[in-house]
């Protein structure tokens, strides 16, 4: 584990998922709950991506969802809560579909949309203390991705701005969900959704890019996407700028956005990319970074 480092009026705690293969896109960090537990997803050296999730003491578990069968392997770690309760998405090698899961003491459900076609797809992404959970789905031949969200058993499926791409990342204990959409210009965009009226606002960085560009350590990004919001309204993800750390490539940053409407950046100390994901009730917000080296690192940014 790396020492904590103070920058831009956050101390930040670093370190890495063992099993996860060295590379710029093989760990994603999407959880952080009230008791520091982290989750998400990593990529192995066989090219298996499963989940993963850390307690406070820094004990890591791996697992993949048991009707996984695919070679490699496709389990994906999304949100966590404060009850220890993870989900994500797997490939359920039987039915032949991807699906949502929920993961909690070691056992496992499924999810989809009740709308879902036969062969479609259910991710669930976001999850809250109270049984409220958000995601993505699709059905063949998959022009149309819709987030949807899911309160007091009431499932309801949903566009954001006319887009035919959008997700849903996170949701908290008041139903207020966040995620993002991509315009036509393939541009990302968060969104948050009024869980009293349905209203649905975007959100864009300030600074952030209009168009896509390669990423240093490979990838391409654009925009603004939003992984995460507290029960006090804090929001958090990350975007892209047309800075440069060599000449046209766009530069990812994280971000919390606060409820008085002021954007906070963060940039992991001597990370050439830090990606934001999902932020507490303390005001912490936990990602990924990619160093020099184009390797990927878990962080967890404590305000000051």
């Not at 032949?96 to 003491?105: A, I, M, V």
């Not at 960085?205 to 896509?212: D, F, K, L, N, R």
């Amino acid at each position: 584990m790396v020492p904590l480092a103070s920058a831009q009026g956050f101390n930040f705690q670093t370190f890495t998922i063992s099993a996860a293969a060295p590379g710029a896109n093989t760990i994603g960090v999407q959880g952080i709950n009230d008791f520091d537990t982290t989750s998400g997803s990593l990529t192995d050296a066989s090219n298996n991506e499963k989940a993963w999730v850390r307690d406070i003491h820094g004990h890591v578990t791996v697992f993949s969802d048991p009707s996984d069968k695919s070679v490699p392997s496709y389990t994906v770690g999304d949100h966590n809560n404060d009850l220890g309760a993870v989900v994500g998405e797997y490939f359920d090698t039987s039915a032949n579909e991807y699906l949502g899961f929920f993961y909690f003491r070691g056992n496992f459900s499924t999810y989809s949309v009740p709308t879902m076609a036969p062969g479609g797809t259910t991710s669930v992404d976001g999850i809250n203390n109270f049984g409220g959970f958000c995601g993505y789905t699709a059905d063949p031949p998959f022009t149309q991705w819709n987030a949807y969200v899911s309160i007091g058993g009431k499932t309801s499926v949903f566009t954001v701005n006319g887009s035919t791409d959008a997700f849903c990342q996170g949701i908290n204990d008041l139903g207020f969900a966040v995620g993002a959409y991509y315009d036509a210009a393939g541009v990302i965009h968060g969104w948050v959704r009024n869980p009293f009226n349905g209203e649905i606002k975007t959100i864009d960085a300030p600074g952030a890019s209009t168009s896509v560009g390669l990423m240093a350590c490979g990838g391409v990004g654009g925009g603004t996407a939003v992984y995460g919001i507290n029960d006090a309204g804090e929001m958090a993800g990350h975007f892209w700028d047309t800075s440069n750390v060599q000449a046209g490539y766009v530069v990812e940053h994280g971000f919390v956005l606060l409820p008085n409407g002021k954007f906070r950046q963060i940039d992991v100390p001597k990370a050439v990319q830090t990606a934001g994901g999902a932020v507490n009730n303390f005001g912490q917000v936990t990602g990924h970074y990619v160093d020099s080296a184009c390797n990927s690192f878990v962080y967890i940014a404590t305000p000051k």
